[in-house]
Nanobody, 123 residues
């Protein structure tokens, strides 16, 4: 059974930083798109950043471009999201997800999800 497990969330003040980690078990990390999504209360889950293991191209939502960095450590089967210059509007539950050959924008484009980790940014 493929599983994803996020960690690294917490509470920080605006302008601070956090690094989220997502450890993948099984074959989840061997191929396919890896993504970070987030969901704030009362809002839909939105794509934040995506990448493939073997392709350098990365996607970032406009709202996080220049502040967030997605990366991976293949040896550790771990996906990261470095979040700098955090804003209160970044507060949400952050989810790691695994998909297929296309890094789609929709939740349904991904078939494996982690349990989520809470990020709270205070002003």
């Amino acid at each position: 059974q493929v599983q994803l497990a996020e960690s690294g969330g917490g509470s920080v003040q605006a302008g601070g930083s956090l690094r989220l980690s997502c450890v993948a078990s099984g074959d989840a990390y061997s191929d396919g798109c890896m993504a970070w999504f987030r969901q704030a209360p009362g809002k839909e889950r939105e794509r934040v950043a995506t990448m493939f293991r073997r392709i350098p191209n990365k996607y970032y939502a406009d709202s996080v471009k220049g502040r967030f960095t997605i990366s991976q450590d293949s040896a550790k089967n771990t996906l990261y999201l470095q979040m700098d210059r955090l804003k209160p509007e970044d507060s949400a539950i952050y989810y790691c997800a695994h998909g297929g050959r296309i890094c789609g924008p929709e939740v349904d484009d991904y078939n494996v999800w982690g349990q989520g980790t809470q990020v709270t940014v205070s002003s």
